[in-house]
């Protein structure tokens, strides 16, 4: 898989020891995981930007790709014990006071390097993640008009913005402004399905290293010329 491996050199890419890379889920991980191998770094660390989520298969899930970064680094992975959505805000709210759950995020927060998927409207990734928040018709139609795309759970519009605050604030883990304040973020993407969720993480200043296929990066083009991604 061409697009784990560049993932992969670009994440090895000046790793130094002691630090924290912050991971999300999903398939482009799991292949970025495959090709990661490196055991001369001491004391490297894998945390979770986000809790859990129910309803992803065992291999793509956090704790999975967390797990295998850890094993292939031969790193400490922290978990974060917590679902990813939760009903409302006093219940994330809740859940930060403890003090296990703030303090694995906090190690996130405070990331050298974060990798992560980049989600986008109407991709099957993205639509798993909103089916998470449990809306209703008009809820989820509401949100799928504003949303271009997803970064660990996190919903932003084309100019990398939060598109739903009440949402936005039910997610236990790393905010959008805090993902932008990683010193070396990496972001995956793979498919014509996900263009929009790239040039909204693009325009927010949400990535500094986009690993994208040929697919991907056509639709962005074909998307930007004709004037469609404002």
Avoid at 2 to 23: E, M
Avoid at 52 to 59: A, L, N, P, Q
Avoid at 214 to 228: F, H, Q, R
Wanted: with cysteine.
């Amino acid at each position: 898989n061409a697009v784990g491996r560049a993932a992969a050199t670009t994440l090895l890419k000046d790793l130094k020891d002691n630090q924290t890379i912050a991971i999300s889920w999903g398939r482009g991980l799991e292949a970025t995981v495959i090709n990661c191998r490196r055991d001369s770094i001491a004391g490297l660390r894998v945390a979770q930007l986000m809790g859990s989520i129910s309803s992803v298969g065992t291999s793509v899930s956090a704790e999975e790709v967390g797990r295998a970064f850890a094993r292939n680094l031969n790193a400490q992975f922290v978990a974060v014990h917590s679902p990813m959505v939760v009903t409302n805000s006093k219940v994330r709210d809740s859940l930060l006071n403890e003090p296990a759950i703030d303090k694995a995020i906090d190690i996130a927060r405070n990331a050298d390097v974060a990798i992560f998927g980049i989600g986008s409207n109407g991709s099957a990734s993205s639509e798993m993640v909103l089916g998470e928040f449990d809306l209703n018709k008009t809820e989820r139609e509401g949100i799928a008009r504003t949303y271009a795309g997803d970064i660990a759970s996190r919903f932003y519009n084309l100019m990398g913005k939060v598109v739903d605050a009440t949402l936005d604030h039910r997610v236990v883990g790393v905010s959008l402004d805090e993902i932008r304040k990683i010193p070396k973020k990496i972001g995956i993407a793979t498919g014509a399905e996900k263009v929009v969720g790239v040039i909204g993480a693009a325009r927010g200043k949400l990535v500094d290293y986009l690993i994208i296929d040929i697919a991907c990066a056509n639709g962005v083009l074909k998307l930007l010329s004709a004037g469609e991604g404002n």
